[in-house]
Structures are given as structure tokens and as C-alpha cells.
């Protein structure tokens, strides 16, 4: 492409970033219009787990689809992307097998249920209207395990989030994408990393400058333990214990703490020992003929949280007689995967209508 041609960087190779330079390049190549595509990021995506950096959060999640009931604003928006998350991965799956989705059942059993999740699982039909996920069966109490009040299961999909994120990088690049492999100091420096940069996303996943964006460290172990479902189970004291698959010989995850505010980047024994515990008393089928579960290792991951959520987000400034827009997609904390491409719909549509407001004669400033 020529050197001066027009370009756009997307700062970030998580799921968000990499889903939405997907979209960008649909999108854009769907009106015939030439720009470049740039992903700048500090990592990449690595197919060995424990190479990458705790900050880097993709590389650690489970990670599984798993809804949760719409009762605030933030949770309704976030349901609205679930969904079209759900979706797309149902048409995914059977298009393309090798991006590392797996469909399997969802098993769930909540100690302290609130009336959201009674109501959201009322009907078969509810559940999927408001969920896009399908087949689901309310547990009756004889097959609950002590302390649970409220169990049901549904068809849902999990992630080998690695190998997804590799397939989803390689997409990009077959379609004519670039990579730059950059530490940046601000989303506004990227506009310097080439000739022409038109707009940048951020999709960094934490913003550091914002100050509603924190950390929720997560304590997870990878096993070698074969498992056939994803399980999630509520404690009474507000804790959470889960298991998920990953296809391709990836292990199996069990989890996991959801640490507020926690920068602590080092696996704790004791804590790896609290959640083989009860995992082996949620789901005991986890251990092997031989009666062991075996480590593969212990992930330590920050989830990019946000109060108020994700930030979907345009911001222009007029720098030497140019506009230059920036499109925050960051701070999806515990949920990047499941609302992965409802969040990329949103930002790649942003993006064309900054890129529409940037072609008006007339300044907007
Ligand atoms: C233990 C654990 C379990 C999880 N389980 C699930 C689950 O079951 N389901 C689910 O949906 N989600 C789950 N998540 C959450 C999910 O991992 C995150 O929401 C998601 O990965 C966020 O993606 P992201 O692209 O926003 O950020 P990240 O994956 O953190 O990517 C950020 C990118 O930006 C780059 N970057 C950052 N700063 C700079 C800079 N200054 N210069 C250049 N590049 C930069 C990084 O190098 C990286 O490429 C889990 C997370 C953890 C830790
Ligand atoms: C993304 O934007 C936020 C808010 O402006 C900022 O704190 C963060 O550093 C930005 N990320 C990058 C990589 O520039």
C-alpha cells in the first residue's frame, strides 16, 4: 500500500482489540474505502501460557460464556453484547472449528440466588430471549449439591483463549493487517507511529490514566485433568469456584478468585489449595482414575475493570490544523470474551462515524 495511504491503529491485541480490528476491516472494506489497518501493541498473543504478562488478560481468561442477569444499566448493556456475542459464536463454531470454540453445556448453582437470576431462568423461553442461549433446564433439588438453592443448565460455548486469539490475529493479517510491536506512553502517540494515522482505538484494556479503571486480580489453575462441561458455582460467603475446558488439549481451567484492587502478580499456595478444595466438592469427577489433579500451572491475571464498565468512548482534538480521534474500547473486566463482538459492533461503528465526521469540510470544533 502506498506511504501516505490512510491508516488506523488499534492499540491493543487482546480479544477486544483483535475483534474490533476485525470489524474496522469489514466494515470498512464493505464501503470500498483504503486504510490501512494497524494493530500497535506490547504483546501478542503466545501460544505458551506463562510467557506473557499478568497485565496482558487475554492470555489468562477462561474463558466461558456465562449470563448474568440484566439488573442495572451497565448489566442491560452488557447483556445486549452477550447476546450478539452468543450468536456469532453459534454461526462461528461450525464455519470455522479451528478458532478454539467449544460448545458444551453450562451447569450453574448459586447459594445465595437474587430474584434477577429466579426470573431470568422463569422459562425456557426468557432465558434465551434474554441470554441467546439455548436449551435450558432448571435443576430440581435432588440434583443440587448441599447449599445450593438455585441450579440450571444451558448450551453455551467456552474458549481456548490463547489459540483464539492467535487465529483471530492471523485473520487480521491474511486480510492485510500490520503489527507494530510497541510500548506506548499514550493512545495519543500512536498518531506519530506512521505517516497518516487518521484515528486510533484504544483498546488497551486497562486505561492507567482513568481513574475509574482498577485491577480484579484472578488466581486460576490450569490442570491436564480432561473435563467434558463448564461448571460455576456461587458460595454462600460470596465466592466463586469454576471449571472450564479448553478445546485443543489446552487443560482445563479451575478457578478462581476475583481479587478487587489486588496487584499482587504471584500465584498463593493456599489459594491454589482453596480452590482444589472446592472444586473436587463441586465437581470430584476433576480428578483422574488415580485420584490427582495435575498442574499444568498457576495463572495470575488482571481483569481490566471499570467502575460503570466499559468505556465506548470518542475524543478529538485539533493538533497542528489536523483532527485526531481517539475511540476508547477499554475496561471489560471479568467479561471481555463473552461480550467480545457486541463490544467490537459497537466500536467499529463509532469509528465509521468519527471517520465520517473527520471527511465534513467544515471543522466541527
Ligand atoms: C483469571 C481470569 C479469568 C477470566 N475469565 C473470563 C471468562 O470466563 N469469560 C470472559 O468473557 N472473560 C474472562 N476474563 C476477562 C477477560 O480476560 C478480559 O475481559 C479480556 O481479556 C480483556 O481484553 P482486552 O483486549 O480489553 O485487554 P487485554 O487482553 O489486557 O489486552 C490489552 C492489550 O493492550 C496492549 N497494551 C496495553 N497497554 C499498552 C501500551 N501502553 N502500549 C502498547 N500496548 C499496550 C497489551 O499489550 C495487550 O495487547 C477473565 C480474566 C482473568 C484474568
Ligand atoms: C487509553 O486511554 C486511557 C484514558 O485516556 C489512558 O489512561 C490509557 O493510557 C490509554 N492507553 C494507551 C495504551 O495509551
Given at each position: 500500500m502506498a506511504k501516505d495511504s490512510k491508516k488506523i491503529v488499534v492499540i491493543g491485541a487482546g480479544v477486544i482489540g483483535l475483534s474490533s480490528a476485525l470489524l474496522i476491516q469489514e466494515s470498512l472494506s464493505l464501503k470500498k474505502e483504503n486504510y490501512e489497518i494497524i494493530i500497535a501493541a506490547h504483546e501478542f498473543p503466545h501460544?505458551?501460557?506463562?510467557?506473557?504478562?499478568?497485565?496482558?488478560a487475554s492470555m489468562w481468561a477462561g474463558a466461558h460464556l456465562r449470563p448474568i442477569p440484566a439488573s442495572t444499566p451497565q448489566l442491560e448493556r452488557e447483556a445486549s453484547w452477550f447476546r450478539k456475542t452468543a450468536a456469532k459464536f453459534r454461526s462461528q463454531f461450525p464455519q470455522e472449528?479451528?478458532?478454539?470454540i467449544l460448545p458444551l453445556r453450562g451447569v450453574e448453582y448459586l447459594a445465595v440466588p437474587s430474584e434477577a437470576y429466579q426470573n431470568l431462568v422463569r422459562s425456557e423461553d426468557t432465558f434465551t430471549k434474554e441470554?441467546?442461549?439455548?436449551n435450558l433446564r432448571v435443576l430440581n433439588e435432588k440434583e443440587l449439591p448441599d447449599g445450593v438453592a438455585l441450579g440450571f443448565e444451558y448450551d453455551t460455548f467456552c474458549v481456548n483463549a490463547p489459540v483464539y486469539c492467535m487465529a483471530l490475529l492471523r485473520k487480521f493479517l491474511v486480510r492485510g493487517g500490520k503489527t507494530i510491536n510497541r510500548n506506548l506512553k499514550s493512545e495519543w502517540e500512536a498518531f506519530s507511529l506512521e505517516s497518516n494515522v487518521r484515528l486510533v482505538v484504544n483498546a488497551s484494556g486497562m486505561g492507567f490514566g482513568d481513574s475509574k479503571s482498577f485491577p480484579t486480580r484472578g488466581q486460576i489453575c490450569l490442570v491436564s485433568n480432561p473435563f467434558d462441561k463448564t461448571i460455576t458455582r456461587q458460595h454462600k460467603d460470596g465466592t466463586w469456584s469454576f471449571v472450564i475446558p479448553r478445546c485443543f488439549d489446552g487443560g482445563t481451567v479451575i478457578g478462581g478468585t476475583k481479587d478487587?484492587?489486588?496487584?499482587?502478580?504471584e500465584p498463593s499456595l493456599a489459594t491454589r489449595e482453596e480452590l482444589f478444595r472446592k472444586a473436587v466438592e463441586t465437581f470430584?469427577?476433576?480428578?483422574?482414575s488415580a485420584g490427582r489433579i495435575d498442574i499444568i500451572t498457576d495463572v495470575v491475571g488482571r481483569r481490566p475493570t471499570r467502575v460503570d464498565g466499559m468505556r465506548i468512548e470518542a475524543e478529538v482534538r485539533q493538533e497542528g490544523g489536523e483532527t485526531r480521534s481517539v475511540v476508547h474500547a477499554y475496561g471489560?473486566?471479568?467479561?471481555g470474551y463473552e461480550l467480545s463482538w457486541g463490544i467490537a459492533g459497537d466500536v467499529a461503528e463509532l469509528v465509521g462515524r468519527e471517520l465520517r465526521e473527520q471527511s465534513k469540510p467544515v471543522s466541527r470544533l
Open positions: 501460544p505458551h501460557t506463562t510467557k506473557t504478562s499478568v497485565n496482558y472449528p479451528w478458532l478454539g441470554t441467546a442461549l439455548e478487587v484492587n489486588d496487584w499482587n502478580s470430584p469427577e476433576i480428578k483422574n471489560a473486566g471479568g467479561r
